[in-house]
């Protein structure tokens, strides 16, 4: 599975991002996806995850409500609304999806990672 991830930028404190991530490659292998984040300094952290079967969405709770995770199985594109967003979000964020190889081993694609800068 090959992931893309777009729609990074600079925005305001308080303001609202979108990010997309592309899957391709062998995509009905996919079972869940997620969003990570990685600020200068700090350890990767997962900020939602989705399961592709029955949508079940989870968020840690600094961002719960704030940030929407969804996705388009029709467009194998996995979304990341992020709203009132403060300046601690800055950070990469990542597309990942876990997925079956064809002998059933689980492994994790990563995507190359988008910029999101949030100024106060």
């Known amino acids: 599975v090959q992931l893309v991830e777009s729609g990074g930028g600079l925005v305001q404190a308080g303001g609202s991002l979108r990010l997309s991530c592309a899957a391709s490659?062998?995509?009905?292998?996919?079972?869940?996806m997620g969003w990570y984040r990685q600020a200068p300094g700090k350890q990767r952290e997962l900020v939602a995850g989705i399961t592709l079967g029955g949508g079940s969405t989870n968020y840690p709770d600094s961002v719960k409500g704030r940030f929407t995770i969804s996705r388009d199985n029709s467009k194998n594109t996995m979304y990341l609304q992020m709203n009132s967003l403060r300046p601690e979000a800055t950070a990469v964020y990542y597309c990942t999806a876990r997925a079956r190889t064809g002998l059933g081993a689980l492994y994790t694609s990563w995507g190359q990672g988008t910029q999101v800068t949030v100024s106060s």
């Open positions: 490659g062998s995509t009905d292998r996919i079972n869940a």
